[in-house]
């Protein structure tokens, strides 16, 4: 029997039957091993390339709609300027028409009195016992007919209506420049509120849009549903007030600026009165009254103001056939100032034109979009009962960690308009004298991606102050997370993989040289 036994062992020793089929069970499971690997390396690369994609993309769609917005606010200043220039010059002319008009109605009131008085009596009647005009007397009326203006210019009755009539011809009488000047003020109030609306309605605009981009760019995948989902969430970070904040209204100050907007400085002077000519100037009578820009009419003691006299005299016939004077009215001045005619149209709307602070290009201007979503390996379907079994080799922290990542843009300006820029917008502003493009003077603005580490920069001059990657990069981790597809998550504390300093937090104060998204 041992003998048998013996034999038996001996044969199975020698028998190589079945070692075909456990090497090949040993090498496909190598190798299924292996490819799952690779597998699960290359998903996960790809959700990170797709993560880092769909941040990109909606940071960028972001900037656009805050270069959107800038253009239009840019648009809108030129064409209140444009509005401003042509509202003053018409009050200007609306004034002085209405002034003439006042004086030319007093004269021939005080006129026809004299007139009148003159003809009660029987002789004597006419030039020179009566008279209206500077400086005349009974039998001195050699100025009748004839108005002092402004202290220093003796001018006839006729030179004035012919002056007016000219000035009716050219659609400049008063009467006729109230309709436009009506629109005009109309068209600065709706400009005001439109360039409100627009900059206040800016987060809600771009949070709107970053949410669709991300959903056009990034979704969970099949594989998700077995973890709970992908806990896809994004965190926005931008100015959320930005009319206060980005945003300065111009003031009386800064008239001149705000005609650069529309090119009437410098085409048409270096100043704002050499723009709307004579009366506009400090001390004048059309200035710029309170804070802000508008004008209102103030009255000179020599200006728009027009002076004259006026006498007359009665006489009768006695018996003798003698003509008496029986009554003489000395010589009574009147006048007519600007100030007489005063309505509404003597005062400008006020232009609320909005351009940017220089703070707008640094943490108040930047758009950053953080993404996130859970490393799921793309094997949890073949987890049962949630033990990962074999899988867990290619899971990190049983499927509870995130992968995410952050991008940064920003709205930059052409600075040659109307050149072509060849797609190199400015991120920075210049101080470049009066004009100061990058102060919504241009309507050229686009989106412009940047580094995370000048996200919160001051850039000046093509430069930047600060380096703040590290400072983003802890502000976007810290959240908030907002669930793009509902169920959302944060990345948490991001300690190293089970094994390698686990626990251990990264710290990304060093970041600043290097990290770019």
Not at 110 to 137: A, E, H
Not at 320 to 325: A, P, Q, S, V, Y
Not at 367 to 376: E, H, L
Not at 461 to 467: I, L, Y
Request: overall charge negative; proline content about 4%; glycine content about 10%.
């Amino acid at each position: 029997m041992l003998k048998a036994l013996n034999n038996t062992a001996s044969r199975l020793w020698k028998d190589e039957s079945g070692v075909v089929l456990a090497f090949t069970i040993i090498v496909f499971l190598t190798l299924f091993v292996m490819a799952c690997s690779v597998y699960a390396v290359g998903e996960t690369v790809r959700l990170r390339v797709e993560v880092q994609n769909a941040a990109d993309a909606a940071a960028y769609s972001g900037a656009i709609v805050q270069a959107d917005c800038n253009s239009r606010v840019a648009a809108l200043n030129r064409a209140m300027s444009w509005c401003y220039v042509q509202m003053v010059r018409m009050e200007m002319d609306y004034i002085v028409d209405k002034w003439l008009y006042l004086t030319l109605k007093s004269w021939k009131d005080d006129n026809d009195w004299m007139k009148k008085i003159n003809d009660l009596g029987d002789c004597n009647k006419g030039q020179p016992y009566y008279g209206t005009g500077y400086g005349v007397s009974v039998y001195n009326t050699e100025n009748h007919e004839k108005i002092m203006l402004n202290k220093h210019q003796l001018v006839s009755k006729s030179e004035i209506e012919n002056a007016r009539t000219d000035a009716d011809n050219a659609g400049k009488s008063y009467t006729k420049l109230a309709h436009p000047i009506d629109l005009c003020r109309d068209n600065i109030n709706a400009l005001n509120d439109k360039e409100r609306e627009l900059i206040d309605k800016l987060p809600g605009r771009i949070k709107k849009t970053v949410e669709q981009i991300l959903k056009d760019n990034i979704a969970e995948t099949w594989n998700d549903s077995f973890a709970g989902g992908g806990g896809i969430s994004y965190a926005l970070f931008q100015q959320e007030s930005p009319r206060d904040k980005n945003f300065n209204v111009l003031k009386a100050k800064d008239e001149d600026d705000f005609l650069r907007h529309s090119d009437y400085i410098p085409t048409q002077g270096n100043t704002a009165p050499d723009v709307f000519g004579t009366g506009s100037k400090v001390g004048q009578w059309f200035v710029l009254t309170g804070d802000g820009i508008l004008r209102d009419y103030v009255q000179r003691i020599n200006m728009l103001i027009a002076d004259w006299s006026y006498c007359t005299s009665t006489s009768y016939y006695d018996e003798e056939g003698n003509c008496i004077m029986v009554f003489m009215l000395p010589p009574i001045p009147d006048n007519v100032k600007g100030e007489d005619g005063y309505d509404s149209y003597y005062k400008t709307a006020l232009a609320e034109p909005q351009v940017l602070k220089d703070t707008y290009f640094a943490a108040g201007g930047s758009i950053v979009v953080g993404v996130a979503r859970k490393v799921n390996n793309p094997f949890q379907f073949m987890a049962i009962g949630g033990e990962l079994g074999v899988i867990r080799p290619f899971t990190l922290d049983n499927g509870n960690r995130f992968m995410w990542t952050a991008t940064a843009a920003i709205a930059g300006y052409n600075p040659k308009p109307p050149q072509d820029c060849k797609g190199k917008y400015e991120v920075t502003y210049e101080d470049n004298g009066g004009n100061k493009l990058w102060n919504l003077k241009t309507s050229d603005w686009d989106a412009e991606l940047i580094p995370l580490h000048r996200a919160g920069a001051k850039g000046a001059g093509h430069a930047w102050t600060g380096e703040t990657a590290g400072e983003i990069l802890t502000k976007v981790k810290g959240g908030p997370w907002v669930a793009l597809y509902g169920g959302g998550g944060a990345p948490g504390a991001q300690g190293g993989p089970k094994g390698m300093n686990e626990g251990a937090e990264i710290n990304y104060g060093g970041a600043e040289g290097w990290v770019v998204h």
